[in-house]
């Protein structure tokens, strides 16, 4: 039954039923999977439809690669930056223990030449630490761990195991007071050790020593190795004392001026030794006084 006005489609524009247009395609398909099954017809079409939809697949494909790779990009930079923090603290610590390492190993060989040199010497020695450096920013001091209580006593001199460092000048009960020898007031009699020319060295500025009261002319040349003459009772005679770095000779003064360096670790060290008392005189020397010793007596009777 149509309605009013309008007239059904005709049948060659519907076309063939829905059922039919299934059992047909149903049967196509069905014979193109027998005949590619048996006789690999359609495996070239295949092949040219898969390498004209690979870059579609590719570029569809993209998008999730680019996801993967952002997400494997941060995790290995998180990773790294882990263990490069890792790294970092392991390389800290073993330079902290390194730098021990290295400072024992220095202060150990400090040691073993401290002793080295307390067995060349004839007088009884003693091992002692610098402290701290003395409060008077104008002289050149330092306090030892070693006082009375262990037999210190001033005027006893301090070296280490290149030379002469300075001499006790103050005691305390556990510590004493060591005056370097580059302190501006310090004097050490010494002598040239190239040609025997004796000489008296102070303590000069900057940490330097200066031999002074030396004629214009003294055979004097940088490199000269200075050391004790012994000659004050309190040093040794033959310990390094320092190296003649600069002469300075000027026809209008009288005396050359002539600046040394310490041969001894003065300002840079923390052990020192300190050497006992020189002794009595030889016997030779004792006599001789014990035989001029009347002799005045009876000379200063007579005047009165």
């Given at each position: ?38 006789f690999r017809y359609l495996e070239v ?148 050790v190239r040609n025997g020319l004796r ?106």
């Amino acid at each position: 039954m149509s309605v009013v006005g309008h007239q059904p489609p005709p049948f060659f524009k519907r076309g063939p039923a829905p059922l039919t247009r299934l059992a047909f395609f149903v049967t196509l398909s069905l014979a193109l999977l027998v005949l590619d099954l048996r006789f690999r017809y359609l495996e070239v079409a295949r092949q040219g439809v898969a390498f004209v939809l690979y870059p579609a697949q590719r570029a569809a494909y993209a998008p999730v690669e680019l996801f993967d790779h952002i997400g494997d990009y941060f995790t290995s930079l998180a990773a790294l930056q882990q263990d490069n923090a890792q790294l970092k603290r392991k390389e800290l610590e073993a330079a902290n223990w390194l730098m021990r390492q290295q400072h024992l190993e220095l202060e150990n060989q400090r040691l073993r030449q401290l002793l080295d040199m307390q067995a060349r010497q004839p007088v009884p020695a003693r091992l002692a630490e610098i402290i701290y450096t003395a409060r008077d920013p104008f002289s050149r001091r330092v306090i030892v761990d070693k006082g009375t209580q262990q037999g210190i006593a001033a005027g006893q001199a301090v070296v280490d195991e290149a030379g002469v460092i300075g001499q006790v000048t103050r005691t305390y009960p556990l510590q004493s007071e060591v005056t370097l020898i580059t302190d501006k007031n310090q004097a050490v009699p010494v002598q040239i050790v190239r040609n025997g020319l004796r000489a008296v060295l102070f303590g000069a500025s900057g940490g330097q020593l200066e031999l002074r009261f030396l004629a214009a002319n003294a055979d004097v040349v940088p490199g000269d190795l200075v050391v004790t003459s012994g000659l004050d009772g309190i040093y040794q005679a033959g310990l390094p004392v320092a190296k003649v770095v600069r002469v300075d000779r000027d026809a209008a003064y009288t005396f050359a001026r002539i600046l040394c360096e310490p041969a001894a670790g003065v300002e840079r060290h923390g052990q020192v030794l300190i050497l006992g008392s020189r002794g009595s005189l030889p016997p030779q020397i004792e006599e001789a006084e014990a035989r001029d010793k009347p002799a005045k007596t009876r000379k200063g009777r007579k005047r009165e």
